[in-house]
């Protein structure tokens, strides 16, 4: 599949929820949003480049380092030999040491640190997609539910209307107590489910803010998604090449190889060329009283080198080289579980993805169905040959087909993006996202990764933003349903006074 898919760009025209509104937030502006606001994705940002500075750490390993020592001693006792016990004494050192040999302990250690920043940054891409997975659920889980909401709202009104026609007709002798009493338990059920069905449009408008950062306006039909694979084996192969998760676990386990050479070579001598330079002063102090006139200062330098050969040291080195031998086993391992796990979720991802497509068919189909149905149910019923309790029947099997229609179409999109992300295809790069430049990770890694001076402040990046001040959702509509959705009540004069039917 060529990458960047860049899929955001172009709204779909087809195979919609509902009805797009005239102006409507759209999926590229949450995901932008969210890209640009989410504590998950700085956080790990921010981990990221905490990540990288643990190249410079392990190379200072292997660079000269200089340090200066001062100090100053006052005698608190009197004295009979300033020459022997001067009042007041200062001194300085400095020492500037040059490692020589290290037994190879700091390439390593710098590798295994270059390896897993490497790790990191795909890492990083991983949290990118998983972040864009949840925004993806989210916005269509709103969708769906706002789309439900609807139906469900238009059910009532068809039940209440149903209602009163039925009340007539009993009053008129057309129809039954029993019939009434139908149409009372029908409408009844619907305003609970109609109550039940709004607080899981607020859960899934307040799970938006969660996850975007901001409410839900009128959201957009999102746009088609790419053309996806056209087996299960051929997307676990793509899967397998460029799953961001499964990738990073196997750096992970790259370094993990680096960190058992390391603690080898700490059994290893290590030599170091030392320079080193002497102060002291004793502030004129030094003879006072003697008559003897000496010198109050001297400077002294040496050079000379340092052997540090490990002969034994109580087992840690030992037990060292066996920790990290058993970490590169887990990592071995840890890699291997998350191929496992990449592999069940694209066969998963995909399955849903096929299946949810068919559900679609057959729930368009359905709902076409259904509709001539009630129409049917409808009229049969106005010349008494069918009931109440028909028209209530069919009325329920159109809205549960609705319902699967709208809940089919959401779960084939989620299943479809989910299936992009395990295949490594929904990252920030991916999708086409405006709203300036991508965060790169790499170009900070360059730029501390050779660095012996200065600190920052990382502070002045977070940009997370908080939802304290965001308002409390609600279950109000913000746009009309689909018209292929929509169930007109039937105002036949033949429903509502019972012209034409016979006697009950």
């Known amino acids: 599949m060529t990458r960047p898919l860049r899929f955001i760009a172009g709204l779909s025209a087809g195979a919609v929820l509902l009805a797009a509104p005239v102006a409507a937030d759209t999926l590229g502006d949450a995901l932008l949003k969210a890209y640009r606001t989410s504590p998950t994705l700085t956080a790990a940002q921010a981990a990221q480049r905490a990540t990288d500075e643990g190249v410079p750490i392990a190379r200072a390993a292997g660079l000269p380092s200089v340090g200066v020592n001062g100090g100053y001693v006052q005698n608190a006792f009197g004295t009979s030999n300033s020459l022997a016990s001067p009042e007041r004494q200062a001194t300085g050192q400095t020492a500037l040491t040059i490692p020589v040999y290290t037994g190879g302990l700091v390439r390593s250690t710098v590798l295994a640190a270059q390896t897993r920043v490497e790790a990191g940054q795909i890492g990083l891409r991983s949290t990118e997609s998983t972040l864009f997975t949840a925004v993806v659920a989210a916005y269509m889980d709103a969708i769906r539910d706002e789309a439900i909401v609807g139906l469900n709202q238009q059910n009532v009104h068809v039940l209440d209307v149903n209602l009163q026609a039925t009340r007539d007709r009993f009053q008129v002798g057309d129809l039954t107590r029993t019939d009434v009493a139908q149409s009372e338990a029908r409408l009844s059920l619907a305003r609970a489910q109609f109550q039940s069905v709004q607080a899981n449009l607020i859960a899934s408008r307040e799970n938006y803010i969660r996850v975007v950062g901001s409410p839900p306006g009128a959201l957009q039909p999102p746009p088609l998604l790419p053309r996806l694979p056209d087996t299960p084996d051929a997307a676990v192969e793509v899967a397998l090449k460029q799953n961001p998760t499964l990738l990073a676990f196997q750096k992970q386990r790259d370094a993990t190889a680096f960190d058992v050479d390391a603690a080898r070579q700490r059994r290893l001598p290590r030599v170091s060329a030392v320079f080193g330079g002497n102060y002291y002063n004793y502030l004129g102090s030094l003879g006072v009283g003697t ?47 998350a191929e496992r796990g990449v592999i069940a979720t694209t066969r998963a991802a995909y399955a849903v993805w096929r ?50 229609l709208v809940t089919a179409q959401r779960d084939a999109y989620v299943a479809g993006f989910a299936l992009l992300a395990a295949m490594g295809q929904a990252q920030a790069g991916d999708l086409g996202l405006g709203g300036g430049p991508l965060y790169d990770p790499v170009a900070h890694y360059l730029s501390v990764r050779r ?54």
């Open 451 to 504: 660095r012996v001076f200065g600190v920052g402040d990382d502070t002045d990046r977070v940009t997370a933003t908080s939802t304290a001040s965001t308002p409390a959702q609600n279950a109000e509509l913000t746009k009309p349903l689909d018209p292929a959705l929509d169930t007109p009540v039937d105002s036949n004069p033949h429903l509502t006074t019972g012209e034409h039917a016979p006697g009950r």
């Open 291 to 337: 008559g003897v006139r000496v010198g109050q200062d001297a400077l002294s330098g040496t050079i000379g080198a340092t052997v540090n050969l490990p002969i034994f040291s109580g087992g840690a080195v030992s037990a060292g080289i066996r920790q990290a031998q058993a970490q590169r086993t887990a990592a071995v391992e840890q890699a291997t579980d």
């Open 355 to 404: 299946s949810s497509e068919q559900v679609i068919q057959s729930a368009q189909q359905a709902v076409n169905a259904n509709k001539l149905s009630l129409e049917g149910v409808r009229a049969e019923n106005s010349v008494g040959s069918r009931t109440i309790l028909d028209i209530l029947n069919a009325e329920q099997e159109l809205l549960n087909s609705q319902v699967t």
